[in-house]
């Protein structure tokens, strides 16, 4: 995977509301039984990518633009290094 991380700041806010949006729609509201608005999704998505346990990368390659846990880049890290 070719990527480059994407800062969370360096979009414009309209961007940055998408792609979180289609996140969340994507991934889906498994917070137990607590329900959740949109609004409320959006603010926790907020908070993991300020505090970096959530990275916005592109896909230079596929042309995409995604969200994943850090934890995922740091995996996805290790496997270029082993190729």
């Not at 498994?30 to 949109?38: F, I, Q, S």
């Amino acid at each position: 995977m070719n990527y480059v991380t994407v800062p969370p700041e360096q979009l414009p806010a309209d961007v940055l509301s998408n792609l979180m949006e289609e996140y969340i729609g994507r991934e889906g509201t498994d917070y137990g039984e607590v329900t959740m608005n949109l609004a409320q999704m959006m603010e926790l998505l907020r908070q993991e990518l300020s505090s970096g346990r959530a990275v916005i990368v592109y896909d230079l390659d596929e042309d995409t633009c995604n969200i994943i846990p850090a934890r995922e880049l740091a995996r996805l890290a290790r496997e270029d290094d082993l190729t």
